[in-house]
């Protein structure tokens, strides 16, 4: 019994003396340091990403052309995925007829382009595309659901289509539209652009009639709406034309989403998602 009071006593000793909390040092860190502590983060320089302001997250519109807005107007813009189709020329050919008799209401769209659709034959048709005011969007490589992927990969399908795209407009990085409008942290952080979703999808693409393609537009429309349709079916073109006439009539203009961001004052900001780009308040 007697030792075991002494094996007892010399395993709290122990005990004790490894909870003890360490002395600090005499010395302060500093006092080490050939030169002020300070001194050492004076030439710092963050990375891009900590570095980036509220400035630089702002979507560049600054060569987006906005003289042909009547401002009097109200503004809805019309996106068309899945570019460049087999309707493509179709839908340009409506736009140009359009443009050539109202031409104090001129419309754009945004086309959300697929990497894997632009083969060199079709570059020029994007060309002219561009040449009559559409702007260019990224609709990735290969159409995939862009939650389901590895960051390297997610990397590459908006890559590639941004370099392709910059063939024909120059633009380093284009709006973003992803597939299925699927998105979550992980493409929102990766995203150089912002992520444009929809107010209107008109689901063109379950090859519904014309006319209800166009009532799911007409009933829906607001001033700042992003209507969702497709390039590939031929009653999106046949809705198109009513569409592009009727809402002019009733005091609308059809413009791209950036046209109608820089028109609206609205600063888009990348990595974040938007379903419309209402006008700001002071602007009457
Ligand atoms: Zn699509």
Redesign the pocket.
């Known amino acids: 019994m007697k030792y075991l009071a002494v094996i007892w006593g010399i395993f709290l000793t122990v005990l004790c003396a490894c909870q003890r909390a360490p002395e600090p040092p005499e010395t302060p860190f500093n006092a080490y340091l050939p030169r002020p502590f300070e001194e050492y983060f004076a030439d710092y320089v963050p990375s891009a990403e900590v570095a980036e302001s509220e400035e630089t997250k702002v979507w560049d519109v600054s060569d987006v052309d906005i003289s042909q807005i009547d401002t009097s107007r109200k503004l809805i813009a019309f996106t068309f995925?899945?570019a460049p189709a087999k309707t493509m020329e179709n839908i340009l050919a409506v736009f140009a007829r359009f443009n050539e008799e109202n031409p104090d209401c001129p419309a754009t769209a945004t086309f959300?382009c697929?990497g894997i659709r632009i083969r060199e034959s079709v570059l020029p048709l994007l060309q002219t595309a561009y040449a009559m005011g559409m702007e260019l969007g990224n609709?990735t490589h290969s159409?995939l659901d862009l939650t389901k992927l590895s960051t390297d990969r997610l990397l590459s399908e908006i890559e590639r289509t941004d370099e392709l795209l910059s063939r024909v407009d120059g633009k380093p990085v284009h709006l973003l539209?992803p597939?299925?409008g699927n998105v979550n942290e992980q493409v929102k952080a990766i995203s150089k652009a912002p992520v444009i979703h929809w107010s209107i999808d008109t689901l063109d693409w379950r090859k519904d009639e014309e006319t209800t393609i166009y009532e799911r537009v007409w009933q829906g429309r607001f001033s700042g709406a992003i209507v969702l349709l497709?390039d590939g079916y031929p009653h999106t073109v046949s809705a198109l034309k009513r569409l592009l006439l009727d809402l002019k009539a009733d005091g609308y203009q059809v413009v791209s989403v950036s046209a109608m961001a820089k028109a609206h004052r609205c600063d888009l900001k990348k990595g974040s998602v938007y379903i419309r780009i209402r006008k700001r308040r002071d602007l009457s």
């Open positions: 995925d899945d959300f697929n609709h159409h539209r597939p299925y497709h």
